[in-house]
């Protein structure tokens, strides 16, 4: 079992950039891939970015390719995530989450561990 807390959200302006890290607790974090998510009020959760246990895979949804880095030390338990020229679209709550699947996983229902949450507020 992993439990994850997320971290490093805030109110910016549009072009800034922010780091969210997410911590996670336990020995075994090296053995999760993990993801970001956000979710917009009134909005669905989707999908942002993953990176597999090793690292040595990322993936992004297209809508923030480009912009958003994910990364990982897994000496240090934290999966990061660097947000650059940040818009208000890109206004939600962002989410990491583990998955101890074998396969990428890009939905919500594939990960089994979520932390609580940092808010991103962009202002235009």
């Known amino acids: 079992q992993v439990q994850l807390v997320e971290s490093g959200g805030g109110l910016v302006q549009a072009g800034a950039s922010l780091r969210l890290s997410c911590a996670a607790s336990g020995r075994t974090f090296s053995r999760y891939d993990m993801g970001w998510f956000r979710q917009a009020l009134g909005k669905e959760r989707e999908f942002v970015a993953y990176?597999?246990?090793?690292?040595?895979?990322?993936y992004y949804a297209d809508s923030v390719k480009g912009r958003f880095t994910i990364s990982r030390d897994n000496a240090k338990n934290t999966v990061y995530l660097q947000i650059n020229s940040l818009e208000p679209e890109d206004t939600a709550v962002y989410y990491c989450?583990?998955?101890?699947?074998?396969?990428?996983?890009?939905?919500?229902?594939?990960?089994?561990?979520w932390g609580q949450g940092t808010q991103v507020t962009v202002s235009s």
């Open positions: 990176i597999s246990r090793s690292g040595g895979d990322t």
């Open positions: 989450a583990a998955s101890s699947g074998i396969l990428r996983v890009t939905t919500a229902p594939g990960y089994g561990y």
